[in-house]
């Protein structure tokens, strides 16, 4: 087997053999038990005494949701404004100007919200100062806010009746001081030794052999890129991302990367086994997930390997597999695993340019994202699958005619009907949004804007339609990535994506935090004779039936005129 | 709300403080025992400064092991992929026009033996390297106008040859500034 295959297999197993005690580990964090970084405890008292806060009034679940309502709004106006008038701040050593309003609200936006989709370029869109104070502590806080909001859906899941579902600033300082930043350091560190740049110099200026004059651009990065990857942001510190030479400088430091993409997202779900002391229930949920997950990932492979058929044809070998868009550090093996890593997770980064991928790899990096349960963002992408879950049951219920249940709480009509409203709202946005930006494009091609619709598209016909889809899918999933052949900073798209990702982080944050607070209030019902096991494979596979039928019939119309229109059509 | 509003702000600056300021000077501080003082890392080429190892850069004279095509002209405050879908036909056609402008330049090569690396644009326009088979397929071209042995010309292609990480994960690889200083050093 050759070394790059080795290499995704690597990869893969690393991820699972981290994951597994880092979920023990932060199951320990969130019960309050002795873990070896207790000695951030002093420092954490600090904090909340200095923020006036007292951790261990609890919560419950309405006043979870004003917490992480009143302290992202504060987040927002703080981002929009700093992206506004960066140009005057400090820290701007390469001169970069202010951003336009609708490029500081789509970034803003993206950001608060961990999805992190850049309509700017790192290198001349924003400066040090919003890229370390604005960008980078958002991808930290994000992170943060979306595991506390796990947090409250698990601690809901005990089996007692309580509204007492601990407290948000709790969750939400110890993801950052016990889990994010610790992680992060260790991977900037790593990162560091291997060429990135961490200083604050500004751009240089060389001369290279053949004379040419380059401007190299650097900055303070690799802290930023390690958080990126641990909190599933993505948002990268150069334009091309971790396609990037410095972002990620050789397949160490990708593995590294990609490693941390996928972990967090995982170990979040043996935490949760660990913390209700439901292990089984952890592994069917990881199973489903994987399933999903080699489903998308084995395929993408395989057509990367493969090459471009149409290059093929023009005579030239490819034994590197489809070069296009990818970097030779990488190999066609590693970009097409990442690209699907980086689409189950809500991360977003990239290693090679998705627009160029085979259409194979991009129905697959689409699908994922249209689902975006399997493994899915750091804490919400459980949500999303609490969501699915709690449908499975109502479904699974009705068809053996037993109440439905979900650990001793009977699912009834309200947190139906929130459920349905949830796992509609995702199809809805990406498809409204989609036919919106199709129907502009086709009836005002030359709208007098200052991007004129016409001018939109990379490239033509179903590939030029993938483009569309894929960049609302990005924006619904909370994903971040692109096919970045589309000119999206842009009024249109700036905002039309700034809206769906808006709605598309807080509804699901506040539909499952609400569905898992009323039934924590609900009557416990233990288990017997009657109850429907949700920790059996027959539940696994009814869960996996769901997501697909729900998502099948939701976007394949739309994926069937984009990726695979074009994957029939190429020669 | 007001209950939620000053713990807020003030949790929000403690933390940048911690985040935004304390963290990445950290990082910085440790970033001066790497190889190149966290300002990324440069080549040399009689006591010049002639590039970064990371930063792929411009080679289009026959003298020199040409770099991958790059989307941004490698401007390496700008650098960016084509993102020309694999059927564009548009984009087939430039990547023909390259293929036919390698095989001008290089002679004897057959289009069969191009690797498609050397005719498709890298992710980030900055791609630094080459695979061992983009390189080698060079090497008659370069050891023709400069007038040396195809078998010193393989040697510094071989001897800047990276193996897989640890020998068991990822492509090989061949670092093209590198390769070509070496070439220039041959002259003294």
Redesign the interface.
Known sequence: MN??L??VI?MYLAMVILAIPLGKYMAKVFKGEKTWLDFMAPLERL?FK????DPNREMNWKQHL??IL??ST??LF?AFFSLLFQGHLPLNP?HNPNQTPDLAFNTALSFLTNTNMQDY?G??GVTYFTQ??VL??FQ??SAATGIAAMMVVVKAMKNKVTDKLGNF?DFF?KS?TRIL?PL??VV??IL??N?T?????G??T?????G?T?????G?A???IAIKQIGTNGGGW???NS????EN????T??IENISIVLIPIALVFALGYYLNKKKLAWIIFGVMTIGFLATAIPSIQAEIN??P??AH??????????????????PA??AYWGVTTTVTSNGS????H?????ISGLGQMFNMMINAFYGGVGVGYLNFYVFIIIAVFISGLMVGRTPEFLGRKIEAREMKIASLIALLHPFLILVGTALSSWVLVNFPNANWSVKPSAWL??????GF?EMLYQFSSASANNGSG???LTANNIFWNFSTGLVIFLARFLPIIGPVAIAGILANKKFVPESAGTLKTDTVTFGMMVFAVIIIIAALAFFPALALGPIA?QV??K | ?K??????????V???V???GV??L???G???F?????????VT?KG??????????????DK?FWS?PSAAN????????????????D??KD??AR?DTFVKHNPGVS???????L?????????????P??AKIQIARIAKVRGLSLALVNNIVESNTEA??L???????VNV?KI??AL?ELKK
């Open positions: 070394t790059e080795i290499g690597f904090i200095l923020s006036g806060i004003k917490a009143t302290i504060i987040w703080y390469d370029s290198e001349s370390v104070f980078m502590f930290f806080v600033w300082l950052v930043l992060s350091f900037a560190i560091a030794f060429g740049t961490t200083s604050y110099k751009k240089d060389v001369i290279g052999l053949q040419d380059v401007h190299v651009s650097r303070p690799a802290g930023m150069f334009g091309a396609a990037h030479p410095i400088p050789n397949y160490l990708n593995m090459g471009n149409a290059i023009l005579g030239i070998s490819q034994p590197g597999g489809s070069m296009e868009g990818k970097e030779v550090r990488f190999g590693a970009s990239v290693n090679a340019m627009d160029s991928m085979m259409p990379n490239n033509p016909t179903y590939h993938s096919y970045a052949g074009e059509s190429i | 709300m209950t939620y509003l000053l713990p807020s702000l003030k949790i929000t403690i933390l940048l911690l985040l935004s963290y990445p950290v990082i910085a440790i970033g001066k790497t190889p190149g003082q966290g300002d990324g890392v440069t080429y010049k400064v002639v590039g970064y190892a990371n930063i792929g850069q411009k080679f289009t004279q020199y991958r490698f401007q390496a405050d700008a650098g960016a992929g084509s993102n020309k879908g694999p059927s564009n036909a984009y087939l990547v023909k293929i289009r069969a033996e191009i690797p498609a690396e005719v498709t644009a890298s992710g980030s326009g900055l791609d630094p390297d080459l695979s088979a983009g897989p990480f020998g068991m994960f990822g492509p090989a690889k500034l070509n200083v220039d």
